[in-house]
Each structure stands twice: as structure tokens, then as C-alpha cells.
Nanobody, 124 residues
Framework: QVQLVESGGGLVQAGDSLRLSCAAH????????MGWFRQAPGKDREFVAI????????NTADSVRGRFTISRDNAKNTVYLQMNSLKPEDSAVYYC?????????????????WGQGTQVTVSS
């Protein structure tokens, strides 16, 4: 079975940093573009950051640009989201997603697999 397992979430204070990891199982990781999305209570799931197969092409949402960095280690079948200067509005469940295509996408519907999410809570 294909599984994407997020980890690294937690409760932090505003201004702190956190690194999320997403370990992929049951798929040829290097053939998938990857993305991070988040969903706060009462809100739609939104794009955060995306990365292509090789890790050479990335894009981040305007709301996190300059603070969040997406990366991947294909040897470890893992994609990361380094989150710096966290703000309370960053609080959400963060989801990892995989897309079986060489290019990444900002759109939820383009992704084939999703993890269960990891909670990030940023206090003031």
C-alpha cells in the first residue's frame, strides 16, 4: 500500500522553527512530484509548497515565501518542509501529497496520494 507519513508537527511559539518530514512508502518516490498543503479549522486545504522530482524546481505560497523551504531526499524517500519564523496563522494540519508526474502542481486535485497530516500549532 502507498503511504505518506508526516511527522515533526507540534506546539511551538511564534517565531520558532519546525521541520516537517514526510516519508513515502510503497511508491517510486523519485518519480513523484511532492507537495505540502495545510488546512486550518474551518478553512479549505491550501497550497504551501511544491517540489519536482529531482528537487531542482520549487515553489512556495506567497504567505510562506521567505519563511518556509521545501526540500527532498530521494535516497530517503522523504520530503521536508522547513518552517521558520512561524506565525499563529501558520497553525494548521499539514499534509504531504504525491503526484505521479515530473512537474509539481499547486492544485489539490492533481495529487494522487495524501498523508494523514501532522498538526502544527503556533501560539502567540
Amino acid at each position: 500500500q502507498v503511504q505518506l507519513v508526516e511527522s515533526g508537527g507540534g506546539l511551538v511559539q511564534a517565531g520558532d522553527s519546525l521541520r516537517l518530514s514526510c516519508a513515502a512508502h510503497g511508491l517510486a518516490f523519485s518519480t513523484y512530484s511532492m507537495g505540502w498543503f495545510r488546512q486550518a479549522p474551518g478553512k479549505d486545504r491550501e497550497f504551501v509548497a511544491i517540489i519536482n522530482r529531482s528537487g531542482t524546481n520549487i515553489n512556495t505560497a506567497d504567505s510562506v515565501r521567505g519563511r518556509f523551504t521545501i526540500s527532498r531526499d530521494n535516497a530517503k524517500n522523504t520530503v521536508y518542509l522547513q518552517m521558520n519564523s512561524l506565525k499563529p496563522e501558520d497553525s494548521a494540519v499539514y499534509y504531504c501529497a504525491a503526484r505521479k508526474y515530473y512537474s509539481s502542481s499547486r492544485y489539490l486535485t492533481d495529487y494522487d496520494y495524501w498523508g494523514q497530516g501532522t498538526q502544527v500549532t503556533v501560539s502567540s
